[in-house]
């Protein structure tokens, strides 16, 4: 159930991200100003762990969409689903690690 949860979750979380990158996006056609105003109040700590949530979301979203693929349409899906589970888990943190290392480091390192 709990997979079910985060996956509608990350859903909506993505769905809002692109609603709002497609509006500040088309911002640049109205004013360069106005757009080059609003990417500068997303350069700072607050956005850089946003990201960081985004990305998570995004992947987390990926790797339990492909589970609910082999659940779908694998004939022992069923039966492994709760292994499956886990292997989203532990693939989503074996991608998370190193791009948290990364993307943590530019945001509070300023590198």
Not at 80 to 100: E, H, T
Request: hydrophobic content about 60%; proline content about 3%; cysteine-free.
């Amino acid at each position: 159930m709990w997979s079910w949860v985060g996956h509608r979750i990350t859903g909506v979380v993505i769905f809002f991200f692109l609603l709002v990158h497609v509006l500040d996006t088309s911002l640049v056609r109205v004013s360069p100003e106005a757009y080059n105003a609003v990417i500068g109040t997303y350069k700072n700590p607050i956005m850089g762990l946003g990201e960081a949530g985004l990305v998570a979301a995004i992947v987390f979203h990926a790797f339990n969409g492909l589970r609910i693929i082999a659940i779908d349409f694998w004939k022992k899906g069923n039966k492994y689903q709760a292994q499956l589970l886990w292997a989203v888990l532990i693939l989503w943190v074996v991608a998370m690690v190193p791009f948290l290392i990364r993307q943590l480091s530019i945001v509070f390192g300023g590198n």
